[in-house]
């Protein structure tokens, strides 16, 4: 696959309830709760099997409390070293959120302006140009394979950071088109209109007011404390084997880079829907406002859809042939899906241009057991 090879290469250019002592409280599971969990542990027991994890572990939230967590497998190469909900992984372009949430508070608090347009990177122009004449999809455009339309890069538009926070990069900016190459490069924009480093804007705005430590922003965070010890090793799945892969050195982005636990996830979640990491009214504007019907949207680094009746908020992550990643909300149930592995076989090919998570057989699961 091309696409695949090209964003590899881009980045080349980042047993029911166990109480944590990150968590102020642990809900107490219902019998529906009790059940939920007891079947989703199974379904997520067989589907490690079956895709050949090493490691994976998950964390639910409902109501601001932890609900569950688990680590399934091992961590290392030689099945030695069993997964902990503190085992760490590359988490990909669930990233993004945490980026965007530190990046609206720096805003709010006047430390950059949304509407800075992307040319203040120096190499947006040719970054631009270059993609729009290329044969990645979300760069020159064309059609996915259900026939979705996917409009090219106009790279004579005024494209800001506002516009990019939304993944509107593409066409004249009215629909939302999955860009990730152009969403990378927002850390060159926040320096080139004189802002602050990226990672210590995240490690100011989000990570010490969640209080979360050990969290590696990139490889080369000298402040990555234990996450990069802790790091589950990667693997891929070639022709029905499992086969060791080299840990990417891929440097801190707004796209990718972070290496966290589903430990420091939780508490992520948790102080975002306590209100500590959004300026007053921003909560509402990303997880409360009305989704349009049909595809879905993208806004302020978050996947936004209708689903039978109920809002998800989501996040999906792909690091090719070493990790994948899953980030749900249901903000009007107080639910949370957070689940982590060191392979790709979280990811499920989902669309550049429609937010549709229940296409995930892991997500479809989860939602079946818990909101159906």
Wanted: with cysteine; net charge negative.
């Amino acid at each position: 696959m091309l696409i695949r090879q090209i964003i590899a290469a881009m980045y080349l250019i980042p047993i029911l309830i166990t109480p944590s002592a990150f968590a102020k409280e642990v809900a107490a599971p219902d019998a529906d709760n009790a059940a939920a969990i007891t079947s989703f542990d199974k379904y997520l027991s067989a589907f490690r099997r079956e895709n050949q994890i090493p490691s994976l572990s998950v964390a639910i939230l409902r109501d601001g409390k932890l609900l569950w967590e688990k680590a399934f497998g091992w961590s290392d190469d030689e099945g030695e070293t069993a997964a902990t909900v503190d085992t760490t992984y590359s988490i990909a372009s669930v990233t993004k959120p945490i980026v965007a949430t530190a990046i609206i508070s720096e805003a709010m608090a006047r430390g950059i302006d949304l509407d800075t347009p992307m040319r203040v990177d120096p190499g947006w122009d040719e970054t631009c140009k270059w993609l729009a004449g290329s044969p990645i999809l979300f760069g020159s455009g064309g059609e996915e394979t259900d026939g979705t339309s996917v409009p090219a890069m106009d790279c004579s538009r005024d494209i800001t950071l506002r516009d990019m926070l939304n993944m509107r990069a593409n066409g004249d900016g009215s629909t939302f088109i999955y860009n990730p190459i152009s969403f990378a490069r927002i850390d060159r924009v926040i320096s080139g209109a004189g802002g602050r480093d990226l990672r210590d804007i995240v490690r100011e705005r989000v990570m010490e007011k969640a209080s979360i430590h050990d969290i590696a922003l990139g490889w080369r965070d000298p402040q990555g404390g234990s996450a990069l010890r802790l790091l589950a090793l990667p693997f891929m799945v070639k022709d029905g084997k499992r086969i060791r892969t080299s840990i990417s050195d891929d440097d801190f982005r707004a796209s990718a880079g972070i290496k966290a636990s589903v430990k420091q996830l939780a508490q992520f979640d948790m102080a975002l829907d306590e209100g500590k990491l959004l300026p007053v009214g921003w909560y509402d504007r990303i997880f409360s406002a009305p989704v349009s019907e049909g595809p879905g949207n993208y806004r302020w680094g978050w996947f936004v859809q209708n689903w039978k009746g109920h809002k998800l908020v989501w996040h999906s992550g792909w690091d090719p042939d070493r990790y994948s990643a899953m980030y749900l909300k249901l903000p009007e149930e107080g639910l949370t899906l957070i689940l982590l592995a060191n392979t790709e076989a979280i990811w499920w090919h989902n669309s550049l241009a429609r937010a549709e998570i229940e296409t995930s057989p892991v997500a479809a699961n989860f939602l079946a057991e818990f909101v159906e």
